[in-house]
């Protein structure tokens, strides 16, 4: 297997690469981003990095032409921004693999897509993939990744798509280090009664489930599938022990949803009438701390073969130590 790996230098990305130069029959990944970073890179023999922008077309065609599978890890990811910025990001860059994909001979097209497109604002237990969608997305971010879903799902390349929820683990810089600021700056605070089931779901586990996508044949193949680790927890106390395994402490007053989210509202109006800026709330954010969101991952485990090994403790252990000895670094 010659591999592309896209977002090959951020957190799942370089996970994957960890677990892909274990596999045999990969002799080559092509590994691209934006910026390479220490802590997140790999040095291996199979690993070649080629940084650039795949929305250029030409550069996302070079990379294609050296591979024959190709793993779409990149995304812009966040829950504010321009939503053409959202568009060139995940659909355009979307576009120009497939259609690279398509002019050789890509033998399997693995997307990381995002349960996102399932939220709508209220408590959500155990989605399948087959649930109903959301008529309006609840974001820009989540609109762009559904669009390129169905790209994929239209364009013939055979394909698996996974929808990973929370990742957690060693390498994290985006969830866990976000309430780790917010705590720091003295504006985390439980929301609501604090009682929100969620998945949290360790990235050791995603890359293993991007592994056995690259080996699945029919029925497990053109399918979506939802990745968690298949055992919810209350987010609250999870929080809680990330902060306790840093000698920090959760503070117990608890503001009301209702509150929080009508002043995330009036930010975000604020934000659209002045410059445009993220504001220090959003209502999808707030509700990500206050609303129920578990998924079914049962198609995956049939299917795909799928077993979750890492436990959301162990995850949130790992975090903990990786993120105390590169603090400096991040």
């Known amino acids: 297997m010659k591999i592309l790996l896209t977002g090959a230098t951020g957190f799942l990305g370089f996970r994957t690469l960890e677990a892909l130069i274990e596999m045999p ?73 497939i259609k690279a994909a398509q002019q050789n001979t890509i033998q399997r097209f693995v997307y990381i897509s995002t349960p996102s497109i399932y939220y709508n604002g209220h408590h959500r237990l155990n989605v399948s993939e087959a649930d109903a969608l959301p008529t309006k997305f609840v974001n820009a971010y989540a609109t762009t990744k559904r669009l390129a879903e169905i790209a994929l799902e239209q364009s013939s390349l055979p394909y698996v798509i996974l929808r990973p929820r929370a990742l957690i683990g060693r390498g994290d810089t985006v969830i866990m280090p976000r309430v780790l600021r917010a705590y720091d700056a003295g504006r985390l605070k439980i929301i609501g009664n604090g009682q929100n ?101 049962s198609k995956a485990k049939r299917l795909l073969g799928y077993a979750p090994k890492v436990s959301t403790d162990e995850a949130i252990r790992e975090f903990v130590a990786w993120y105390q000895n590169n603090t400096m670094n991040l």
Do not use: C
């Open 197 to 297: 089931l969620v998945d949290l779901t360790s990235v050791a586990n995603v890359a293993e489930a991007i592994v056995l996508s690259l080996q699945v044949d029919d029925p497990g193949l053109n399918q979506v599938y939802n990745i968690t680790n298949g055992k919810p927890v209350y987010l609250w106390k999870k929080i809680r022990l990330v902060l306790e395994l840093m000698d920090k402490e959760l503070p117990a007053k608890k503001i009301p949803y209702s509150l929080v989210s009508n002043i995330a509202q009036l930010m975000e109006w604020k934000a659209k009438l002045t410059n445009g800026q993220e504001p220090t709330l959003t209502k999808y954010g707030v509700g990500t701390l206050a609303k129920s969101f578990t998924l079914d991952i």
């Open 25 to 97: 029959e990969v002799s080559t990944i092509i590994a691209t981003g934006r910026i390479l970073k220490p802590t997140h890179t790999v040095d291996h023999p199979k690993v070649n990095y080629q940084l650039g922008d795949l929305t250029n077309e030409a550069f996302a065609q070079k990379l294609v032409n050296q591979v024959d599978y190709i793993i779409h890890a990149a995304a812009l990811s966040a829950p504010w921004g321009n939503y053409s910025a959202f568009e060139a990001a995940n659909v355009h860059v979307q576009d120009n693999l």
